[in-house]
């Protein structure tokens, strides 16, 4: 079964034609007739009790075949299954995936919860089941289903992406959907929906905890019977499209309280794949930064810019409540701001350390502070240091980093100034215009 075989990767045609495919089917069909049972009013008890052991039957059949193609998969000698594949080393698992040839747009290095979103996404990749990939806002979720599409039999075909929570009510079914001319006031043309555009590739459906309850209904449909009907006409088209959603909010939670439907989320979850906070996978955090200094760079057209120890720092211990999203952004504005070097200064006022906190740099491991000085002439003369960096810092913040100004507001010889910012690495032009900024 493709699920359990990644190793040999047998052509699209053929992948289609494998078992992961009635995998998918059977699991369909069950989610059919669950939800004929939740959502009708007008069965019969004797209808009901049918429907739930036809479901029980198909259940089991999924269970039976799931279990006999691992089965003949270990008595072929084929790849490791999931849970020896968790088994292995974290480098020798992320070593495997690159030659495996995984595509990924990005970097990733051996963190454990990663490597597993990983190895789920790449496994799903070949097959059409759909996939719900779930993560805090800027985790790459996004970047995810651009795995699952570009690692599957799909991947030359269109990857098309709807922001869910971005439609209007009253335009979610033309914009999916599509509409025919004169369906409504503004239609003046024919024209086709996502659903339409993602035929034969993936539709990416973004967001998805927003779609209101009337667009989850309509979506429902399309995803029981692989067609669509245009605003306003009445011819039905059929679509061949595989789906994969995202959302940072709970589905599970949501449909117990009633504002997602059960059913819908079913659907959508065959497959479940959670990207981690980057506070979870903080050991990518060095990879990441190289990353995206590289990104900026080639971005800017100038050299990688370099991080002073207290940024690296820094970086390596902040919270990242907007996870790599807000990585990324942070070294695209030091590379943008900094010289050849850039420093905490660099980064947004809001999450500074504050000039107090800097005697304390941590190091090591999240919460390790700094070891305790060799002495106490040491340590007054490193708190003096920081003292008088922040100082720099604040004065050129303030004077839009002319340093003859400076000099003149505290009374300072102008060259002994320059050789203060010289001993501490500090550049005047990072400061310039920083004045406005507050
Ligand atoms: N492992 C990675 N390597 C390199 N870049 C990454 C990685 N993961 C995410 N990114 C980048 O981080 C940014 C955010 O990723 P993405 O848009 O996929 O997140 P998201 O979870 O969809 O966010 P949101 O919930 O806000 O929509 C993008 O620029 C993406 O390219
Ligand atoms: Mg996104």
Known sequence: MKLYNQGARPPAADAASHSAVSFAGLMEKIEILRSTLRWSSRLERADIEKLLKQATTLRDEV?????????????????????EEVERMPRERRQALLERSFIFEGTFGDNPKLLESLETAEKAAPTDLPVLIDGESGTGKELMAKVIHANGSRQDRPFISVNCGAIPDSLLESELFGHKKGAFTGASSDRRGKFESAHTGTIFLDEIGELPLTGQVKLLRVLEAHEIQRVGSDEV????????????????????????????????????????????????????????????????????????????????HYEYPGNIRELRNLLYRVSCLAGDTADLVHLPQDIRPKPAAL??????PVGAVSALPASLSEAKRAASDEAERAFLERGLQEVGGTVAELARRCDMNRSHLQMLLKKHGIHSKDFRGQREKG
């Open 63 to 83: 269970m039976g075949l799931s279990h006999k193609e691992r089965f003949v998969q270990a008595a072929a000698g084929g790849e490791a299954p999931v849970h």
């Open 237 to 316: 088209i059929a679509v061949d499209t595989r789906i994969v959603a995202a959302t940072n909010k709970d589905l599970r939670s949501m449909s117990k309280e009633g504002t997602f439907r059960e059913d819908l989320f079913y659907r959508l979850s065959v497959i479940h794949v959670s990207v981690p906070a980057l506070r979870e996978r903080r050991d990518e955090i060095p990879l990441l930064v190289a990353f995206f200094c590289d990104e900026a760079a080639g971005m800017l057209k100038r050299r990688p810019v370099r991080l002073t120890p207290r940024l690296r720092d820094f970086l390596m």
């Open 359 to 364: 005697a304390v740099v941590p190091i090591g």
